[in-house]
């Protein structure tokens, strides 16, 4: 994600703002538990990590994710492509 850095502050307040909104917009935790073993998670994700590099000026947010269904896995790596264009542009 490219973002306007200030020399004074980590980023300006529209992309603090932004980065904000995406990550309280972000799947967090269990997407989907598995139709046929009682109690197992399917699939999952977690926000883990945000770098910011001002000498780019852009934001990394990291995310970890697992799944039994590669099917699901690409729809959820849409998502957040989709969710980071909204966001972002």
């Known amino acids: 994600l490219d973002f306007a850095f ?4 980590v980023c300006d307040l529209k992309s603090t703002q932004v980065l904000i909104s995406l990550m309280m917009n972000l799947p967090h935790g269990v997407i989907r538990y598995s139709p046929s073993v009682d109690g197992l998670v399917q699939t999952s994700i977690a926000f ?3 770098d910011m590099k001002s000498e780019d000026d ?5 995310t970890f ?3 039994m269904s ?7 790596d849409r998502k957040l492509s989709a969710l980071a264009d909204l966001f972002v542009g």
């Not at 200030?6 to 502050?9: A, N, P, R």
């Not at 590669?70 to 959820?76: T, V």
């Open 6 to 9: 200030d020399k004074t502050k």
């Open 48 to 50: 883990s990590r945000l």
């Open 58 to 62: 852009k934001a990394v947010l990291g």
């Open 65 to 67: 994710a697992r799944s």
């Open 70 to 76: 590669m099917n699901e896995m690409l729809e959820l």
